[in-house]
């Protein structure tokens, strides 16, 4: 069975850490861009995050860049999602999301996740940024 796993959520502390991982399993993510979404109670679907299959490009939105970093370890069929300097508006079930038609996708997927549809995705994983 082809899917995504997310893992790693959890209650933290503003300004604290989490890393996220998202594990496929039935598939190998080699030839899969990777892209990180969040949904907030009550909010629509919103991208954060991307990654190339070779881990050459990467990207973020506003939102987050500069305190989340996403990464691949390709030998372990794993993308993470490292986040820091948490605040209570990361509140979110995180979701990560799988292409092979590239980052170029994966990106439009994370400007309009509404309208563009992704192969592969994950379950979600929530996190509470509260004190």
């Known amino acids: 069975q082809v899917q995504l796993v997310e893992s790693g959520g959890g209650l933290v502390q503003p300004g604290g850490s989490l890393r996220l991982s998202c594990t496929a399993s039935?598939?190998?993510?080699?030839?899969?861009?990777i892209g990180w979404f969040r949904q907030a109670p009550g909010k629509e679907r919103e991208g954060i995050s991307g990654?190339?299959?070779?881990?050459?490009?990467?990207y973020y939105t506003d939102s987050v860049k500069g305190r989340f970093t996403i990464s691949r370890d390709n030998a372990k069929n794993t993308v993470y999602l490292q986040m820091n300097s948490m605040k209570p508006e990361d509140t979110a079930v995180y979701y990560c999301a799988a292409d092979k038609r590239g980052i170029v996708r994966i990106v439009a997927g994370i400007l309009d996740p509404e309208k563009v549809d992704l192969e592969v995705w994950g379950q979600g994983t929530p996190v509470t940024v509260s004190s």
């Open positions: 990654i190339s299959v070779n881990e050459g490009r990467t």
């Open positions: 039935g598939f190998s993510l080699d030839y899969y861009a």
